[in-house]
């Protein structure tokens, strides 16, 4: 087997769920760097993120040819490699759409500036929250969303406004050039073509513990 | 086709995606209800959540039989089997463990209670915050975690607590009787056995935007 050997996925649908591993990969392969190791089996980090040495293996496998028989992975290059297939090797221009409290929870949240993701501007609607400074930068009024978008080129947009605005907010956005969206709203919103949406909606988190507690009685 | 009639699912495996639609086929269906429809068809339902009515029929078909061939959905009804499909014909005690930004985020997220989600305790370990009140609830010391779960009988933590205090009072927690959590600290928990975990996890749904993103370049 060739080593760090990574291949354009082609025509291959990849799962929701195996880019999700990828990501706990890199977490668990990030720490057995800072803790000296150079090489890890697929069995312990299966074992590290709560999974099987096989399901390591197929996920990886998706992507290319990585590690040698017997010897396992080089913890350095799976993590460049990881990194490069969850496009993480540059980073990315977020919009924080919403100052309120989950917004600023959002904003606080420890290593997002760490792991590549740059807000390069927050919008509210609030009088009195616009001007405000959170760190380095300065709550704008959402009436300059479009403008502002264009000219920082932002690529990502964290929704975290009301219900019934957050469709009108992401249409506008998009029509700027966002071509993904971080939604905190609980609503499906309607999507552009090109544009990735992802859900962050607490009721169905915990709807889906229910159901599982509901099952195991 | 009789209507509403449910089975217990028997040895099916229900996959997460399958009860998250669920959830939002409930949220449409409220709406639906809220503006007076007293029937829907798998095609509308599967329409405003983003999905098929052969997805639609599907889904609803693990759990039982419903609706009447070219009569659709009563809304009602569905809504009632849905709830009770999801574990939500009854209200579940939670708790809340943190009381930082995100855990404030959390507390005054909307409809939380409205949707039987009820927060019975707060837990924090600053001094500064112990005795604050949220709402009817005190913020309580985090060292009565135990007592205080057995006594409300907590059956649901949700964990706003730093990464390297997550896992600890997760055991903690389960100890004295809960039985699902969810955490959005960014560490892959152990799982005691019979506890359903949930993560909710930032950095992991950014990195899959920015995935799809490099993929649709």
Request: net charge neutral; charged share 25%; hydrophobic share 45%.
């Amino acid at each position: 087997m060739t080593q760090g050997r990574r291949q354009e996925p082609v025509s291959k649908k990849i799962s929701e769920s195996a880019v999700r591993r990828l990501s706990l990969y890199l977490r668990a392969l990030e720490e057995l760097d800072r803790a000296g190791h150079e090489t890890v089996s697929s069995g312990q980090l299966g074992f590290k993120c709560g999974t099987t040495a096989a399901q390591v293996r197929k996920d990886l496998s998706l992507f290319g040819s990585f590690g040698k028989r017997g010897l396992g992975y080089r913890v350095e290059e799976l993590i460049l490699a990881v990194r490069d297939i969850l496009g993480l090797t540059r980073p990315w221009r977020v919009a924080l759409i919403g100052a309120g409290r989950i917004g600023s929870a959002l904003f606080e949240y420890t290593g997002l500036g760490h792991r590549g993701f740059e807000v390069v501007a927050i919008f509210d609607c609030d009088p009195s929250k616009i001007g405000q400074e959170w760190g380095d930068s300065i709550i704008l009024d959402v009436a300059e969303l479009e403008r502002v978008v264009r000219e920082l080129d932002v690529e990502i947009a964290i929704l975290a406004v009301p219900v019934e605005a957050v469709q009108g907010v992401m249409d506008r956005a998009c029509r700027a050039g966002v071509r993904g969206v971080l939604n905190f709203a609980p609503l499906r919103l309607k999507v552009p073509e090109g544009v990735t949406v992802k859900d962050v909606n607490l009721v169905i988190e915990l709807e889906s513990l229910t159901f599982a507690l509901r099952q195991s009685r």
